[in-house]
Nanobody, 123 residues
């Protein structure tokens, strides 16, 4: 079992930055692929970024490539999402998720989810 708690969301102006954190419980954190997803009002939850077990491989949605960076600290059981050059279209609830796959971008392969944190980008 893995429990995930996100933090770091908030209101920011376009062009600004935020860093989201996700603290995970459990002793086998390093054996989970960690991902970030987001869901805007009226839209489906979409993939944002993922980091494989050792973070040796990272994956990004085209919409955030070059602006967002995912990282993980396995010693602290924490995964981060650094978001730079934020745009109003990045406004959404951001969810941290864990998958037993080594690496995946598929929402259905994530079995553990946090409660979400709101990110609002004003224009």
């Amino acid at each position: 079992q893995v429990q995930l708690v996100e933090s770091g969301g908030g209101l920011v102006q376009a062009g600004g930055s935020l860093r989201l954190s996700c603290a995970a419980s459990g002793r086998t954190f390093s054996r989970y692929c960690m991902g970030w997803f987001r869901q805007a009002p009226g839209k489906e939850r979409e993939f944002v970024a993922a980091a494989s077990w050792s973070a040796g491989n990272t994956y990004y949605a085209d919409s955030v490539q070059g602006r967002f960076t995912i990282s993980r600290d396995n010693a602290k059981n924490t995964v981060y999402l650094q978001m730079n050059s934020l745009k109003p279209e990045d406004t959404a609830v951001y969810y941290c998720a864990a998958s037993r796959q080594i690496a995946t971008m598929k929402r259905d392969e994530y079995g553990y989810w946090g409660q979400g944190t709101q990110v609002t980008v004003s224009s």
